[in-house]
């Protein structure tokens, strides 16, 4: 491991981030790790989306903060100066965001309208149980593992000051973000529609991406720059543990709920079938 002065040199040359001492160490590799988890966890959400071809479950009001939250975070990190590596991983979350969004018009504005014009009973042509109502879009809040490096010491001063404030709010429209999802678990008691995964895998990247930030550096001046984005990650961990919590609770029920609309479809397709027979 070559080293570049006092900073690994290989860490220096492709990510152009300065670490020498071992807590730097760990942190750098749990900043990595954070990355890692972040590019997987929301896959599964919308692979059930897809596979479901439904959105059921979900809260939209949590996809509008999550899109708001990576598009300031995206900004707010450009403008104080943050990694290369950071922006791109800050662009592939507001690229996957997107994606849950169109999800969401697809399956529950546009497709639902077109079987409802369709069919009457909103029945699709092999039989599909297609209501819509209730149906919510949330995947959960996700916090991107970015940290604005500010070069100044006083990140509430221009132009550091601009990037400081989008990163705030970021972090109150993550914040804010699960609250919709909770609440519709709790009304709807059930989880079903919702990917259990994907809360396990935002809990171990805001994990990660919390102790990155210590690892790295305990100093005031650094933990004040970073502050909005600590928040951000750190600070809805107890949401996602509610969330996890209500898995638990109403699993139950999410079961009782997909036997229950097996049996539904098959009941309603029966009809269907006849009069196209006859």
């Not at 497709?111 to 029945?123: G, L, P, Q, S, W």
């Amino acid at each position: 491991m070559s080293l570049s002065g006092e900073c690994i040199g290989w860490i220096s040359d492709i990510f152009g981030d300065c670490v020498s001492t071992p807590a730097e160490q760990v942190g750098f590799f749990f900043g990595l790790l954070s990355t890692v988890i972040w590019m997987y966890a929301q896959f599964p959400q919308i692979v059930m989306n897809f596979k479901r071809k439904s959105v059921d479950g979900l809260s939209f009001s949590f996809i509008i903060l999550l899109n708001v939250g990576d598009t300031c975070n995206l900004v707010g990190v450009i403008i104080n100066g943050g990694l290369i590596t950071q922006i791109i991983t800050a662009i592939w979350f507001l690229i996957v965001d997107l994606s849950c969004l169109l999800q969401y018009i697809w399956y529950n504005w546009i497709k639902a309208h077109c079987r409802k014009t369709e069919y009457a009973d909103v029945i699709d042509e092999k039989g599909v149980n297609c209501d819509m109502k209730n149906n919510h879009f949330q995947p959960p809040s996700m916090i991107p593992m970015l940290m604005a490096v500010a070069s100044s010491s006083n990140p509430y001063e221009p132009p550091q000051l601009y990037g400081s404030i989008l990163g705030w709010i970021s972090a109150v429209s993550y914040m804010s973000s699960r609250m919709p999802q909770i609440i519709t678990n709790f009304q709807r008691k059930r989880t079903e529609g919702l990917s259990i995964q994907f809360f396990w895998s935002a809990v171990a990247g805001n994990t990660t991406y919390a102790l990155s930030i210590f690892l790295k550096d305990c100093s005031w001046e650094y933990i004040w720059s970073q502050f909005p984005w600590m928040m951000g990650s750190a600070g809805i961990l107890v949401f996602d543990f509610i969330v996890l919590v209500q898995f638990l609770v109403y699993r139950k029920n999410s079961q009782i709920e997909d036997k229950t609309a097996t049996t539904e479809g098959s009941v309603r397709l029966k009809p269907y079938i006849a009069d196209q027979l006859y």
